[in-house]
């Protein structure tokens, strides 16, 4: 499955993006896709994620209460809605793709076996 990443941008900050991921075919019910971002010089990092089938949700402590992952399964496409930006939210955002089957909605960036190929967001003070 290839995984398409779109919608970044330049914002000042208070200012909101929407981030999308299309896949490029159906996913399957128990999979979760996951975002994740990467700032200069720093690791890539988790930002939240969500289960195909269920819509459960799991977010980083920093994003919590301004980013909102969502999913539409007939587009096969996952949203990440970003509002309230701040400076530090300046990152590489990535789309990943998560196979097991399970509960957990993983955080670790080595359980996610699909990539999309990153989209810049530049929040200006």
């Known amino acids: 499955v290839q995984l398409q990443a779109s919608g970044g941008g330049s914002v000042q900050a208070g200012g909101s993006l929407r981030l999308s991921c299309a896949a490029s075919r159906r996913l399957i019910s128990g999979y979760v896709m996951g975002w994740f971002r990467q700032a200069p010089g720093k690791e890539r990092e988790f930002v939240a994620a969500v289960r195909i089938s269920t819509g459960r949700t799991n977010y980083a402590d920093s994003v919590k209460g301004r980013f909102t992952i969502s999913r539409d399964n007939a587009k096969n496409t996952v949203y990440l809605e970003m509002n309230s930006l701040k400076p530090e939210d300046t990152a590489v955002y990535y789309c990943?793709?998560?196979?097991?089957?399970?509960?957990?909605?993983?955080?670790?960036?080595?359980?996610?076996?699909?990539w999309g190929q990153g989209t810049l967001v530049t929040v200006s003070s």
């Open positions: 990943a793709l998560d196979r097991r089957v399970g509960d957990t909605l993983a955080t670790l960036r080595g359980l996610y076996d699909y």
